[in-house]
């Protein structure tokens, strides 16, 4: 009797065990696989995915000043939304108290659809920088994660290394503010905005969320378009969303991940502090939840998920800032998001600019907030230092 007790009891223990486990959450999924994460079916996923890869004409819109012809051409490696080595120009100059546009905004496009209005970068626009395209899968995780939760992890941060939490305008929500997220400067804060503005500085085309046509170096291109404004009636930039919103986060390499060099750069990257900054883990907001100011409300497939970004999505000054400023203020001239690090392994040039090409030379070009980390990685045997690489590596 008294053993049928106790197997019952446990088995009892084990039911509740399972419904607690079922109802909290879950692992986001991952795979560069081209499958949905089960936001959408996969045949509208696909649908979706083929109007991200779809090369732009003029009479679709493109230009009349862009720099790309598809979503896919910045957004590709290993597969469609992921990252590139294809970067964007800004500039822009800095006055000593306040930094100041280049005409017709700090981004300054690579190709126009006629030679007479190429921009370039003007005489007196010292600050200059490039920016590397972004990964984008798994960014609908990123979008349904709750505002108060990256106030949290800012405020978990030791006082040095806090990170900026800003907020900036949702497109679609008549431009009330969200924390940002998306972009090197945390522009913005959901990924329909984020769509409509890649749509129109990426490839000059415009929308209902973004109907006005860029510049050429801050002169008007109106004689060159001959396409009417909106160039698109919106349904692109939906499609653009719905695919991000759908795409699964990158995935670990868990052979590499399970050999003990990369097992001990794991632990190291937290015992020198790397994940003060480079969060390992975070979990999304609740389904049911309304984010973007209305807009959007977190559904099941993104809702309640455990996501590993390596990143907190929170803008830092470490000694590599690009001096632009966007939707932050001039607080964050110096400030870029923190790179999350998933993915990491598909990149071969790193930081904002691309310009570090080699893991080690990455680390070592952090300085301000970063500092002491860096400080403590300095200091490792060259073992380790090689351990925490095959770590990142296996990211």
């Given at each position: 009797?008294q ?9 009892a223990?084990?039911v509740?065990t399972a ?10 999924p ?8 089960g ?6 996923f ?18 009349p ?26 500039a ?26 190429q921009?370039?970068?003007l005489?007196?626009?010292e ?16 979008e349904?994660i ?51 503005d890649a ?20 002169n ?12 698109n ?10 695919f991000?919103?759908a ?8 052979v ?19 994940d003060?900054?480079h ?10 939840t ?7 409300t ?23 800032g690009?001096g632009?400023?966007?939707?932050g ?15 990491m ?17 990455a ?24 351990a ?8």
């Open positions: 009797m053993r049928r007790h106790l197997l019952s009891v446990v088995a223990i084990l509740v419904a607690f486990t079922q109802s909290g959450p879950a692992e986001a991952t795979g560069f696989d081209d499958q949905t994460n936001f959408v079916d996969q045949t509208q696909d649908l979706d995915k083929e109007t991200f890869e779809e090369r732009e004409t003029i009479a679709d819109g493109l230009g000043v862009y720099n790309a012809q598809s979503c896919a051409e910045c957004h590709q490696n290993p597969v469609t939304g992921a990252i590139s080595q294809v970067t964007e120009l800004r822009g100059h800095f006055d000593g108290l306040l930094f100041i546009n280049h005409p017709g905004g700090s981004l300054v496009n690579d190709r126009a659809i006629d030679p007479s209005i921009e370039r970068v005489g007196g626009n600050v200059r920088t490039f920016r590397t395209s972004l990964n984008t899968l798994g960014d609908g995780f990123v349904c709750d505002s108060n939760t990256l106030v949290a992890i800012s405020n978990r941060q030791p006082l040095g290394m806090r990170g900026q939490f800003i907020q900036v305008p949702v497109l679609e929500a008549g431009n009330r503010v969200r924390g940002g997220r998306f972009g090197w400067k945390n522009q913005h804060a959901s990924l329909l905005s984020f769509a409509a749509y129109l500085n990426e490839m000059g085309i415009t929308s209902p969320l973004q109907p006005n046509e860029n510049t050429s170096n801050g008007p291109v109106d004689t060159f378009d001959n396409v009417r404004d909106p160039d009636d919106g349904e692109d930039v939906e499609a653009f969303a719905r991000m919103r795409t699964k986060a990158p995935p670990r390499d868990e590499l991940a399970a050999t003990p060099s990369a097992r001990r750069g794991d632990q190291l990257f937290t015992l020198i502090g790397c003060a900054c969060v390992r883990t975070i979990t999304t907001a609740p389904p049911g309304v984010i973007n100011q209305g807009a959007f977190v559904p099941p497939a993104l809702g309640s998920k455990t996501i590993h970004p390596f990143g907190d999505f929170l803008l830092h000054n470490v000694g590599t690009d632009i400023v966007q939707n203020g001039p607080s964050t001239r110096n400030k870029v998001r923190t790179a999350p690090l998933w993915g392994r598909t990149r071969i040039r790193l930081m904002h600019d691309g310009l570090s090409l080699s893991r080690n030379e680390i070592l070009r952090h300085a301000g907030e970063a500092a002491p980390v860096i400080f403590n990685y300095r200091v490792l045997s060259v073992a380790d230092k090689n925490l690489i095959t770590f990142l590596n296996s990211l």
